[in-house]
């Protein structure tokens, strides 16, 4: 069976996880469960990096002990792991003995080749980065990534001859256009490759910080944590102590990454495996962020979305439907509830919500709950049908594959509308009042078997709403992306159950109320004027007064117009009004009409109107509004 193992970065202990993290994890389980439905055997990795001087020092605040610290963070991850419903095949922790173990043997077969070397160091040192940097790396004194004040620190240390493979990484990318993903990351990283390397600082002296993985070579250090935090990927699939686990996963097939860590990725640790002897991942793919009001959230700028208060308000598929639908894989993406709101409205309670109540709806008042068989001759609609129902799989997975996520939901999404549209065009509630039943059931049937199809198709993203979707539809078959290619799902017969509410509709306001949600005046009037609604001194630029006919005739070359002369006080104008249908001319003239008199001059078929009347139209007929008294013409009307 073909394998297939996907990363995520693991996390680091400081911080509870917020949309950002959730989001990386969310997309490595969707596209897990994506290749488990395609058949492969598949291994997710997620865990947590627990070493380094934050995590100490945070520990110390708290009194307690630094592991006591990342079981309590660990487990923060953990639960919201399973709260929003991901199945990874293991959490790895990077004080887990079996790791360890690995990345002392990792550094002393590196020390053993002469690959790493000890040196007088002399550099400025972030420590909420835990980076050195070198005089000229900083700006304005200041650490250039993430601009807090840096101390100057001279010691010996252990470095990694990266320089010495800079050549053979520059020579691997460029023949390898797979390896960095997207396209334009793979230039960056190259960009980054013309500026000679420098070795990598790859310890720290334990009089400093002792919360860390000790060299094998020297008990007086221990290693740089993205020494030991990169190893994991190897460690975990069993590298020199299962060798037979390590042979079926490594190559792993995606590391997926956030773009801030795409340099550590892209060149440390290609260059630690080539050291090590060890194959290259197949591809290290960079997503962008999520933003709030432009700026990237995160615990240091205070914007953090909290994803558990989300999953219990809304539910776990509906996030993950919104995290993956809403951010173009590799661009940045940005967050805000209202988006929230209308993408899962649209998309979820609109469209396929309505679509599987409707159906079941009417298999069960037309059928007796019991799914028809459809007529041998198909209709040119129902052909149609099939046209979107029989590529559907095919488009979703190569969507999948080239890491388009988004459009893959767009496909679904779009075949779901035109579904709606066929339930509307063949209008099977007609069909069930003219007694046509072999159209009724054809309609009823192929809807329920697209809808099969696209709950398939959906489980990656939704998994539970998507079970609740096929229980309803009764479909017994198995949840694989061969079994989408079957022309029938759900065959005649099949016990189809009227289901609650998919997606109930959410309500903007509602959700805020629960979440805590405070919004600022200037939001809110964006968003009121996204409803279409109009400011008081919109409303005022709308300038209305009443007019007195004076006389109305016909437009001599147009049925529906009638010419108006109206007396508005201090002046009279001509209107061109579309009442011919509603209005005699004759019964016109004397009535008091509502006119907006600001309005610009237009000609309407040859004719000049210098204004328009207001009439009301409830789509039967047309009425004229007038005031009822009898005011003076050129009367305001407020
Ligand atoms: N511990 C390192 C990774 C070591 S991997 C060998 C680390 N951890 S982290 O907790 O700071 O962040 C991990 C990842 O979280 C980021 O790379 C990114 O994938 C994700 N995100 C954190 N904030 C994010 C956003 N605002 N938006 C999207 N993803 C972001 O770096």
Not at 122 to 135: I, K, L, S
Not at 575 to 602: C, F, M, R, S
Request: include cysteine; charge should be negative.
């Amino acid at each position: 069976m073909e394998k297939f193992y996907i990363t995520t970065p693991i996390y680091y202990v400081n911080d509870k996880p917020h949309i950002g993290h959730s989001y990386t994890t969310v997309l490595a389980d969707v596209l897990a469960r994506y290749n488990r439905l395609a058949g492969k055997d598949v291994f997710f990795l997620t865990g947590t990096d627990e070493h380094g001087q934050k995590v100490a020092q945070s520990a110390e605040k708290s009194g307690i002990t630094p592991k006591e610290h990342c079981d309590i963070y660990a487990k923060r991850f953990k639960d919201m792991w399973d709260a929003l419903n991901l199945k990874y095949d293991k959490f790895i922790r990077t004080t887990d003995p079996e790791h360890i173990g690995v990345v002392q043997k990792a550094l002393q077969k590196l020390f053993d080749n002469g690959d790493i070397y000890k040196d007088n160091y002399v550099g400025w040192y972030c420590v909420p980065d835990e980076r050195f940097w070198t005089e000229k790396d900083l700006i304005n004194g200041k650490c250039p990534e993430c601009e807090r004040p840096v101390t100057k620190i001279e010691e010996e240390n252990y470095f990694f001859r990266m320089s010495k493979y800079q050549d053979w990484l520059i020579e691997y990318i460029q023949s390898n256009p797979e390896f960095i993903q997207p396209d334009f990351r793979q230039n960056e990283v190259l960009g980054f490759l013309r500026k000679p390397l420098n070795d990598l600082c790859i310890s720290r002296p334990k009089q400093r910080l002792s919360w860390g993985v000790e060299l094998p070579f020297d008990t007086e250090y221990v290693t740089y944590v993205w020494v030991d935090a990169l190893i994991n990927y190897i460690s975990a699939v069993g590298l020199y102590f299962d060798q037979e686990k390590f042979n079926r996963w490594w190559p792993a097939d995606i590391h997926l990454i956030g773009k801030d860590i795409l340099t550590t990725h892209a060149v440390y640790w290609p260059i630690l495996l080539k050291a090590l002897g060890i194959q290259m991942p197949r591809t290290i793919f960079a997503h962008g962020w999520w933003m709030v009001d432009e700026r990237k959230m995160g615990k240091s700028l205070g914007n953090a979305i909290d994803p558990e208060s989300l999953v219990k308000t809304i539910g776990e598929d509906r996030l993950r439907y919104y995290l993956i639908r809403d951010m173009v894989l590799g661009q940045d993406a940005s967050y805000s509830l209202s988006g929230l709101v209308s993408r899962l409205n649209n998309d979820l309670s609109n469209d396929l919500g309505n679509m599987l109540a409707r159906v079941t709806n009417m298999v069960s008042a037309y059928f007796d709950c019991k799914l028809p068989q459809p007529a041998q001759q198909l209709d040119t609609e129902t052909l149609k049908l099939h046209q979107v129902m029989d590529k559907l799989h095919k488009e979703v997975w190569e969507n999948v594959e080239s890491m388009k996520l988004h459009d893959a939901l767009e496909v679904l999404n779009s075949a779901i509308r035109a579904a709606n549209k066929y339930i509307e065009e063949t209008q099977p509630w007609q069909l069930a009042k003219e007694g046509d039943s072999d159209m009724l059931a054809t309609v009823l049937f192929t809807a329920t078997q697209l809808l099969a199809k696209v709950g398939i198709l959906l489980f990656p993203v939704i998994p539970q709403k998507s079970q609740e979707l096929l229980t309803a539809l009764d479909y017994q078959g198995e949840m694989s992306l061969s079994a989408c290619a079957k022309d029938t799902l759900v065959p005649p017969g099949a016990n189809i159950t009227k289901p609650p509410s998919l997606f109930p509709r959410l309500h903007l306001n509602d959700l805020r109320k629960k979440l805590g949600v405070i919004i600022k005046p200037e939001e809110q009037k964006q968003e009121r004027f996204a409803e279409g609604l109009i400011t008081i001194e919109q409303l005022s630029k709308v300038k209305l007064k009443v007019g007195r006919i004076i006389s109305a005739k016909k437009a001599a070359n147009a049925d529906k117009l009638l010419l108006l002369e109206v007396d508005l006080g201090k002046e009279r104008r001509n209107l061109v009004a579309g009442i011919a249908q509603w209005y005699n001319p004759d019964e016109l003239a004397g009535k008091n009409i509502v006119v907006v008199t600001n309005l610009e001059p237009a000609t309407i078929r040859g004719h000049k109107s210098q204004g328009m009347l207001l009439a009301a139209d409830d789509g039967n007929s047309v009425s004229l509004l007038t005031v009822d008294k009898n005011v003076e013409p050129g009367s305001e009307v407020k």
